[in-house]
């Protein structure tokens, strides 16, 4: 397991942008897909995107995809052991609390379940 502690969240008019992070430990980052889940108030944890740990590649959650598409990017950096969620024209159904999380090897998984790492959220409000 690696631990995680994700951070940039804040409060922003709709319309507005932020940057989140999530900072791993650990030496085998690389070996790790990472994902970004989100939970409204009141509603279940939902997948939004991953990015591989072999090629990189990313993945957006279909539930998701067309609230978020061209909206949000997922990328990493595995010298930082960092991985990035970039969220612009932001809509007050972003509002959620934002977690990152990772999972040893995994090809591919919307599931929370298939994800053994955790970091504490961070909460984003959008206002109107």
């Known amino acids: 397991q690696v631990r995680l502690v994700e951070s940039g969240g804040g409060l922003v008019q709709a319309g507005g942008s932020l940057n989140l992070s999530c900072a791993a430990s650990?030496?085998?980052?690389?070996?790790?897909?990472m994902g970004w889940f989100r939970q409204a108030p009141g509603k279940e944890r939902e997948f939004v995107a991953h990015?591989?740990?072999?090629?990189?590649?990313?993945?957006?959650?279909?539930s998701v995809k067309d609230s978020v598409k061209g909206r949000f990017t997922i990328s990493r950096d595995n010298a930082k052991k960092t991985v990035y969620l970039q969220m612009n024209n932001l809509k007050p159904e972003d509002t959620a609390v934002y977690y990152c999380?990772?999972?040893?090897?995994?090809?591919?998984?919307?599931?929370?379940?298939?994800?053994?790492?955790w970091g504490r959220g961070t909460q984003v409000t959008v206002s109107s």
């Open positions: 650990g030496r085998t980052f690389s070996s790790y897909t």
């Open positions: 990015v591989r740990w072999t090629s990189g590649g990313t993945y957006y959650a279909d």
């Open positions: 999380a990772a999972a040893f090897r995994l090809h591919t998984s919307t599931s929370e379940y298939a994800y053994d790492s």
